[in-house]
């Protein structure tokens, strides 16, 4: 599906060299100096289609969302080999959990091990533990497993991180996790993601239920997850509950999706 924020600018393309992102999180901004869409986290990789004043526009190899970086945050590509599957983690100085942390790390990011160490790898952001990661191929079975990896992550219009997580980021967040491509934006998300299910289709963990500009994930019959404004952070709430608050504020539900179940 064509979308805007995955189109490239015509006016902003031609160079298309590849790069990572190098730093724990990055806003990826609507213009230079601008309004954040979304952001991206540390070994994300990314293609490089214009370059000037110290800005970098650039298409995300994950979902094909377009936006700008400063070019102090990209680094030459790394070979992945592990990612975070913890909440957060560090990069530490040296193999030492006493040691000084050189960087935070949000579940997600993806990191080169360029050394096996006691308890850590090593990798270009410091050393980090391995009861925090595992091998990029390896993938989770449960996207409302994940998600409640984010409980209490605070509410950030635009985030993608344990840091700060819109209703999006953590759809994307727990799908990626279990290999489920997904978009950006809930608009992207609700179009694209799962089954679209008839409407008064009783709810099952992991179905996605949409309002205009919101998604939510059932975490079972009575209950959703989700990134949300009103309690400004990643919380449970009741599904009954969830759909008559958001109505009387901005509509009823506009979509009940069912996610793929895993192989």
Known sequence: MTHPRTTPDPDRSGLNEPAQIGRSVVNLLRKPNGARDRQLLIGANVTILWREDGWAYVQSA??????????????????ITHKVIAAASHGYQNANIKAIDRCALSHGSRLAMLDDADGFIRTSHGFVPKQHITTVDLFASDPADVAALYLDTPYLWGGNSRLGIDCSGLIQAACAACNIPCGGDSDMQEAELGELLEPGTAPQRNDLLFWKGHVALVWD???????????????????????????????????????????
């Open 62 to 79: 994950a979902d094909g969302y377009c936006g700008y970086v400063g070019v102090s945050s990209l680094t030459k590509p790394q070979q």
């Open 221 to 263: 019959e009575d209950t959703l997850i989700h990134a949300n404004g009103h309690a400004m952070a990643t919380v449970f709430e009741p599904i009954k509950d969830a759909i008559a608050r958001i109505a009387a504020a901005d509509g009823e539900m506009t979509a009940h999706r069912r996610l793929p179940t895993a192989d």
